[in-house]
């Protein structure tokens, strides 16, 4: 079983930011690829970005391109998700996930085996 954790919620106006991490072990940096989902109340679980093992190729949903940046840090064992310029839109749990092997295409809540806790993210004045 992975373990990833969850680290960087908290509530933030419109157009401020924020920075969620999701601690991995480095094997699992190099052999998984990683997604962060987000789930909003009553809605489904919808991935927001991604970065694929290996080569690091990364996809972002149209909705956050521009404003959110996925990244690996391998001296802290992360996967970090910089969210810029949130809007409320944004609020909901965030999940990172893993898949073994590269993934390039849109991430989907199926094709990931292993989840973190959830960490929540809420954009309100």
């Known amino acids: 079983q992975l373990l990833l954790v969850e680290s960087g919620g908290g509530l933030v106006k419109p157009g401020g930011s924020l920075r969620l991490s999701c601690a991995a072990s480095?094997?699992?940096?190099?052999?998984?690829?990683i997604a962060w989902f987000r789930q909003a109340p009553g809605k489904e679980r919808e991935g927001v970005a991604s970065i694929s093992s290996r080569d690091g190729n990364t996809y972002y949903a149209d909705s956050v391109k521009g404003r959110f940046t996925i990244s690996r840090d391998y001296t802290n064992s992360t996967v970090n998700l910089q969210l810029n310029t949130l809007k409320p839109e944004d609020t909901g749990v965030y999940y990172c996930?893993?898949?073994?092997?590269?993934?390039?295409?849109?991430?989907?809540?199926?094709?990931?085996?292993?989840w973190g806790q959830g960490t929540q993210v809420t954009v309100s004045s």
């Open positions: 996930a893993a898949t073994y092997g590269s993934h390039w295409s849109a991430p989907v809540v199926s094709e990931y085996d292993y």
């Open positions: 480095v094997f699992i940096l190099d052999w998984y690829s």
